[in-house]
């Protein structure tokens, strides 16, 4: 039962563009969810994050957005840089209990010259 | 401020030896995590520790793992008997007490089982 997809395996996007990396999560209990990037042979490392009560969250060049509603969520890079590219995971947390992360399957983005 | 450390980086053992994983979390973080990453795939939680005991393990596999975070020392991931299957990368995540949910990750260990 995947409670958080990234439907997407792969985005290519041209340097100076805006990358958009999307992600879907089915558990209504999820009150915080993050943004992770994750280069080879290397952990992931935070990018940002947004909580439930909150729809948009900017940070510099990345802004997350949050639809509750349509229980979807999305990492805005603006403009791309050749040092995007990654592998970019969506992560939740449920709202009670342990702080487990729960992870999407990943988008690996290639920002192209 | 030395971040998460995972040691070792890399570790091979043959199928049927133990398998032993370590993770000192960052300075002032008192929660540890494990997770386990399949190759092609995304993270998947393991284990939930605080010093000296085991806050969730509902992600642990029933038989062979097990994992302790002493009060002194770093947090240990112990895998009995590896098969084939264990070959993966298993990360370690820390963070502070008193309800942050960012978590922060070491670099991982990739074990290979031949």
């Known amino acids: 039962d995947q409670q958080v997809k990234q439907n997407s395996p792969s985005l290519s996007v041209q340097e100076g563009r805006i990358s958009i990396l999307n992600c879907d999560y089915t558990n209504s209990m999820f009150d915080y969810f993050l943004w992770y990037k994750k280069y080879p042979a290397e952990g992931p490392t935070f990018l940002i994050s947004i909580s439930s009560i909150k729809d948009k969250n900017e940070d510099g060049r990345f802004t997350v957005f949050l639809n509750k509603s349509a229980k979807h969520l999305s990492l805005h890079i603006v403009p791309s840089q050749p040092g995007d590219s990654a592998v970019y995971f969506c992560?939740?947390?449920?709202?009670?209990?342990?702080?487990?992360?729960?992870f999407g399957q990943g988008t690996r983005l290639t920002i192209n010259p | 401020n030395a971040g998460v450390m995972q040691n070792p980086r890399h570790l091979v053992r043959r199928r049927g030896q133990e398998a032993r994983l370590r993770c000192s979390p960052m300075?002032?973080?008192?929660?540890v995590y494990w997770y386990r990453q399949l190759p092609e795939e995304g993270l998947k939680f393991m284990v939930y520790?605080?010093?000296?005991?085991?806050?969730?393990e509902s992600g642990m596999p029933k038989e062979r793992f097990s994992a302790e975070f002493p009060k002194e020392g770093p947090s240990i991931l112990r895998i009995q008997q590896v098969v084939r299957g264990d070959s993966a990368a298993y990360f370690c995540?820390?963070?502070?007490?008193?309800?942050?949910?960012?978590?922060?990750f070491g670099p991982g260990t990739r074990l290979t089982v031949l």
């Open positions: 520790l605080q010093k000296e005991n085991i806050i969730d």
């Open positions: 995540a820390s963070s502070p007490p008193a309800g942050e949910r960012k978590q922060f």
């Open positions: 300075k002032g973080h008192s929660h």
């Open positions: 992560a939740a947390v449920v709202i009670q209990g342990a702080q487990k992360l729960v």
